[in-house]
């Protein structure tokens, strides 16, 4: 993945990055004392996404920071500040999601000297491994088609690069709880049969969400749609649904790049020619260009549906994938 759009730490001033004698105090954005104190394991997550899980999983054993929390903020402009370097610093687990998405968790992480445990989502996922394969797979009817590192399946569509929103992978986040249990297990073992049961209760609820996921492949498995950039593409995956956006359209959105003319009116071409059932609109960033393409799917009566990189306000993980599903499926069924 090309860094200049990913989740990058601007330029820290040397007081951010040094904290010297800042062992006491409440702690930054609720890190608080950690388990060495007796108190709650101090849980640092780079999104609310990992952050919600993360207490989902803890409960009130944990307290926890997420870096990035507003929705409203556009998670590839974060720029860190010295509470978030504190927070880090008391960590004793970090949750980050890795494959190159959020890199400025390493910056913070090396700035502060800390050892706390990491979890890396991706790595969690095994998503990267399978996407940069260097064999091609069959699908069920035995014909072999390329994986997805930049060659095109057998839909004739072109992936690009890898997708590192791993968080709409719905079984790597329930992966990625366990992995949770397991670590905050180590931190605290008096409580390790308490995280591994609410990260099989979790597991439980995202089951029922990829029932929900497969319903709508039977409905709707092979249906064209299309995104401003692939924040959705697994759960997409997951239901079947085949995306057709010119892949330098999306990846120029996503790496905040100019688009081309070409590309930008391949894409538009998309909802003129009655080509794709939905797009997917990434709430949290916008341009003149992915304007236009909103307007375009307006125009032509596509629905759209919004999607977003961080959980909403009042939404946990399950209730905002459940929303999703919602959204994806109503506008299938139009």
């Not at 509470?83 to 968790?105: C, H, K, P, W």
């Not at 709409?168 to 390790?192: K, R």
């Not at 393409?293 to 993980?317: F, K, M, N, R, S």
């Amino acid at each position: 993945m090309k860094t200049p759009r990913a989740l990058s730490l601007l330029a820290l001033p040397a007081a951010v990055l040094v904290l010297s004698g800042c062992a006491s105090g409440d702690g930054a954005g609720g890190a608080g004392s950690s388990s060495d104190d007796g108190g709650a394991i101090a849980v640092v997550a780079s999104t609310n996404v990992y952050g919600n899980i993360a207490e989902t999983v803890g409960g009130d054993a944990v307290d926890v920071t997420s870096v990035i929390s507003d929705p409203s903020q556009d998670p590839h402009s974060y720029e860190a500040d010295a509470r978030t370097q504190l927070a880090v610093s008391r960590a004793d687990v970090v949750i980050e999601n890795g494959g190159g998405y959020d890199e400025f968790m390493h910056t913070l992480l090396d700035a502060s000297g800390s050892d706390a445990a990491v979890i890396d989502a991706v790595e969690v996922s095994g998503l990267d491994a399978d996407e940069h394969g260097d064999e091609a797979h069959a699908d069920e009817s035995g014909e072999a088609h390329a994986d997805e590192s930049g060659e095109a399946d057998d839909h004739g569509h072109d992936h690009g690069e890898f997708n590192e929103h791993v968080f709409y992978s719905l079984p790597s986040m329930a992966a990625l709880a366990t992995a949770i249990a397991d670590e905050l297990g180590s931190v605290d073992p008096a409580q390790a049969d308490t995280f591994s049961a609410n990260a099989a209760a979790f597991g439980e609820q995202i089951a029922d969400l990829e029932a929900q996921a497969a319903e709508v492949k039977t409905a709707h498995d092979g249906e064209s749609v299309a995104y401003t950039e692939p924040v959705p593409g697994y759960l997409f995956d997951a239901m079947g649904l085949v995306n057709v956006t010119p892949s330098d359209f999306s990846e120029a959105i996503e790496e905040g790049d100019d688009v081309s003319p070409a590309a930008l009116n391949e894409t538009l071409q998309l909802f003129s020619a009655g080509t794709v059932d939905l797009l997917a609109y990434n709430e949290q960033t916008s341009s003149p260009e992915t304007e236009q393409v909103e307007q375009a799917a307006t125009d032509a009566g596509v629905a759209i549906v919004p999607v977003t990189e961080l959980l909403p306000t009042g939404d946990d993980y399950v209730s905002w994938q459940q929303s999703n599903i919602d959204a994806i499926t109503a506008a299938l069924d139009k």
